[in-house]
């Protein structure tokens, strides 16, 4: 059963669970599907995808694939088809492209728009409306798009005009974020020079990747200590290809703490994509004492993969997680935060400004989660500092999800391992990334209601 993605909230509960066990694949990476669907429409020709992510989030970047000329189809065991409009031709989408709750799909379609001689709208749910845009518009008016309509403060609803010549532009982004950095390279895939973008902490490197894969030149190179220099040459000759997508690590991350909190439990989670700059979480969880090893690595579709197997793990003792790391598991403080809390002694996690600007103010939502169970934790600054209870966390809680994704699994997966059953106001929004997160993780033993 997929999770209902009507208006309707979806109450839900965790109870204390028996011990999870089993083997289980994730889903596919979100980041990953929503940029082979991209690029399927910047080439001529048909690109396959294999694995993709079939969440709301996805689908809605699909559906935007389709509104600027591509023809996207679902074929047999989950083989999606992009036949796409090629780079430079895409046709002006005649109504406004909704992205629903996705941040990833509207910023960088976005980038794709402002490199074309082209003007849509973007708009999405009341979460999507409240988050900054500022920070992809600035890049790409520099490389020659116009905001012809916004809402207060850069929010959506935006009608942006794209430029059939993007200006060649070199950018620092002002934060390590993969979706500035991504809208800045997609825009200036149809500029006639060479674009760079330069950031001060590595973020997650798909684009990059992908646009190797499917034919551009892009050269990495470092920049000023840990940071990255990226230069993309402008109107490549993109070649449709194959895109096998490997499981989500953020994904990943759910059955992976509920293995290492629930008590006897061991879980072998399939073919996840341990991209270094993905594996922050499973850096700090090896700190923390969880008994976790990373088996059979190999290599997919250009990145590395491994099966991750998860026991359950006593010991846990609370860390303090370096600023630096935070680009490497932006999406999964929510769940280290819950794990934090079975552990002994205080976590504390540095540098979590970005926090505050996902789906919900993840940095509020967490604190809030965790005092209704009883669990103490305080925000200083931009850290988070978590009080562990040794095992022993009380649970009873209602928590709000303030339509964030990751705040609801994370709660849930602290019902089945706390002292009484947690529960969630909302869990429609799971289906953004993992439609299947109820079927996956009762079919390890978990129980909801
Ligand atoms: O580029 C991407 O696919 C993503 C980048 C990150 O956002 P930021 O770029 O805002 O850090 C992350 O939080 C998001 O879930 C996916
Ligand atoms: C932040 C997230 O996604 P997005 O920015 O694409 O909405 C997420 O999936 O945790």
Avoid at 201 to 206: G, K, V
Wanted: glycine share 10%.
């Amino acid at each position: 059963m997929k999770e209902a993605s009507s208006d309707a909230p979806l109450k839900l509960s965790a109870v204390r669970s028996r011990a999870l066990v089993g083997r289980q694949r994730p889903p596919g990476d979100k980041s990953i599907s929503h940029r082979a669907l991209l690029l399927g429409l910047l080439c001529v020709g048909e690109t396959t995808i294999e694995g993709l992510l079939e969440g709301e989030d996805v689908l809605r970047t699909a559906e935007a694939c389709r509104a600027l000329g591509a023809t996207v189809t679902r074929g047999a065991a989950g083989r999606w088809s992009v036949r796409g409009a090629g780079l430079g031709s895409l046709v002006a989408p005649r109504e406004t492209l909704d992205f629903g709750n996705a941040g990833t799909g509207s910023r960088l379609m976005m980038g794709v728009v402002a490199g074309h001689p082209i003007a849509a709208r973007f708009d999405g749910d009341a979460s999507l409306r409240k988050r900054p845009m500022r920070r992809v518009l600035e890049p790409l008016i520099k490389q020659g798009a116009r905001v012809l309509e916004e809402h207060e403060g850069g929010r959506l609803p935006i009608l942006l005009q794209g430029s059939g010549a993007p200006f060649p532009i070199e950018y620092l982004t002002p934060v390590a974020s993969a979706q500035i950095k991504s809208a800045v390279l997609l825009a200036g895939l149809n500029s006639p020079g060479r674009t760079v973008v330069m950031e001060r902490e590595a973020s997650r490197d798909h684009t990059e990747k992908m646009l190797n894969h499917f034919g551009a030149r892009v050269t990495v190179e470092p920049y000023n200590g840990s940071g990255r220099r990226i230069a993309l040459e402008g109107r490549p000759n993109l070649r449709a290809t194959t895109v096998r997508v490997p499981a989500d690590p953020s994904s990943a991350a759910f059955p992976l703490a509920a293995a290492l909190v629930v008590p006897g439990s061991d879980v072998l989670i399939e073919s996840v994509m341990i991209n270094p700059l993905r594996c922050g979480l499973i850096e700090t969880l090896l700190e923390m004492g969880a008994d976790i090893t990373i088996e059979n690595r190999r290599g997919e579709s250009g990145e590395e993969v491994a099966d991750l197997r998860a026991r359950y793990s006593r010991n846990l003792r609370g860390v303090e997680v370096p600023a630096a790391r935070a680009p490497s598991m932006i999406d999964e403080y929510p769940i280290l935060a819950v794990i934090a809390a079975f552990a002994a002694g205080g976590t504390i996690m540095r540098g979590l400004s970005e926090l505050r600007v996902k789906e919900s103010d993840r940095l509020a939502a967490i604190a809030a989660g965790l005092e209704a169970n009883g669990v103490s934790c305080n925000i200083q600054g931009d850290d988070l500092y978590v009080e562990g209870a040794g095992g022993a966390v009380r649970g009873s809680g209602l928590v709000k999800t303030h339509l964030d994704h990751r705040i609801a699994m994370s709660f849930l997966i602290m019902g089945l391992a706390s002292n009484e059953s947690v529960t969630v106001d909302d869990a429609s929004m799971i289906a953004t990334s993992f439609p299947d997160f109820r079927e996956l993780m009762g079919s390890l033993g978990a129980s909801f209601a």
